[in-house]
């Protein structure tokens, strides 16, 4: 009887690290994806860009898989305490990567767009602005891994970090596009390029919460602090908000 429980027990304990393995993949998957279509939209690269794209569902798969898993860990297993913040909370960290796939494909679907129009200088913000949260990313990804919750924090604390990259940008193009109607189109693109990686981070945000819930078992103490401050920006002279 003793071996068999220990069985079950090791057994128990294979299928969480399966489950863990899993969402590490689509992490690392949906981190390339960020940091290519970056990459595609600096060198102007119209076919990675779409590489990008068609291989989204790479990390859609996956994120079934991950499911599946939870849905048989939940009926097999009824695991309790513990145990089942470990499984729900995969469902949850699976969920936020899966859209963190998605944003990246908008980055390199906008990419496309971008590239048939003339280069504007703010391009160059965008590096920076995917760098930080690609290395937020990686951070949550890690303390995952480890079920590490001080460093699920400190990657937490840097999106308000990001945030302020993000205004600063926008305030950028802004100048621009008033400057030089001429920019339009190609700061558009840049606009709602440097929103998905905006919202990339506070995606990762919520995984770096989620690893928290599972250590502790219970919220992070704080709430989240934003330094998204687009929505006070107004273009002078124009009435129109951010």
């Not at 304990?13 to 290519?36: V, Y």
């Not at 939209?41 to 119209?46: G, V």
């Not at 909370?89 to 003339?118: M, P």
Request: glycine residues 6%; contains cysteine; proline residues 2%.
């Amino acid at each position: 009887m003793h071996q068999t429980s220990e069985h079950i027990v090791k057994s128990y304990d294979e299928e969480l690290d399966r489950l863990t393995g899993e969402i590490l993949r689509m992490g690392d998957l949906a981190l390339n994806e960020l940091e290519a279509a970056i990459n595609a939209a600096m060198e102007r690269d119209s076919e990675t860009a779409q590489r990008i794209v068609d291989s989204d569902q790479d990390v859609d798969n996956l994120e079934h898989e991950v499911s599946h898993d939870v849905i048989r860990l939940l009926a097999l297993r009824q695991p309790m305490a513990s145990d089942l913040r470990e499984v729900l909370a995969a469902l949850r960290i699976a969920s936020d990567i899966e859209r963190i796939g998605d944003y990246s494909a908008n980055v390199a679907k906008r990419a496309i767009a971008l590239n048939r129009v003339e280069r504007v200088r703010p391009v160059f913000s965008l590096p920076r602005l995917g760098k930080l949260a690609g290395d937020i990313l990686s951070e949550v990804l890690l303390a995952y891994r480890d079920r590490d919750a001080d460093r699920a924090l400190l990657a937490w604390a840097r999106d308000e970090e990001l945030d302020g990259l993000y205004t600063g940008m926008f305030r950028e193009l802004l100048t621009y596009m008033m400057e030089d109607p001429r920019t339009i189109t190609a700061c558009t693109h840049l606009l709602f390029m440097a929103k998905n990686i905006e919202r990339i981070g506070d995606h990762a945000t919520n995984i770096a919460e989620n690893v928290y819930f599972i250590v502790h078992g219970n919220r992070m103490p704080q709430a989240r602090r934003k330094g998204d401050r687009t929505a006070s920006l107004v273009a002078p002279g124009s009435g129109i908000a951010g």
